[in-house]
């Protein structure tokens, strides 16, 4: 059984940062690409970062030079550092990661979401 458990989310100002923390914990084989997500009110859920198994980080238009992906293997954990927020940046952000189980077996698994807002 995996989980995925976030936290980081919370009530910040225009301008303001947050920092977001996805830790994967349970029967883990090997864990490739983690992804952030946002799903705000009425709209459908958009890809917001990606870090490949190697590093290799991607974008939405949106975010770029303002939010930062970034991953720690040994702890099984992704990390979006979001600067200079926008109230248009409020959503539940959610975490996804590509593994393997300890069984070998391939799946995506979803954090519970945690929600930001951003507001004055």
């Known amino acids: 059984q995996v989980q995925l458990v976030e936290s980081g989310g919370g009530l910040v100002q225009p301008g303001g940062s947050l920092r977001l923390s996805c830790a994967a914990s349970?029967?883990?084989?090997?864990?490739?690409?983690m992804y952030w997500y946002r799903q705000a009110p009425g709209k459908e859920r958009e890809l917001v970062a990606t870090i490949t198994g190697s590093g290799i980080t991607n974008y939405a238009d949106s975010v770029k030079g303002r939010f930062t992906i970034s991953r720690d293997n040994a702890k099984n954990t992704v990390y979006l550092q979001m600067n200079s927020l926008k109230p248009e940046d409020t959503a539940v952000y959610y975490c996804k990661t590509d593994l393997i189980t300890e069984r070998r077996w391939r799946s995506d698994y979803w954090g519970q979401g945690t929600q930001v807002t951003v507001s004055s």
């Open positions: 349970g029967s883990i084989f090997r864990i490739n690409a």
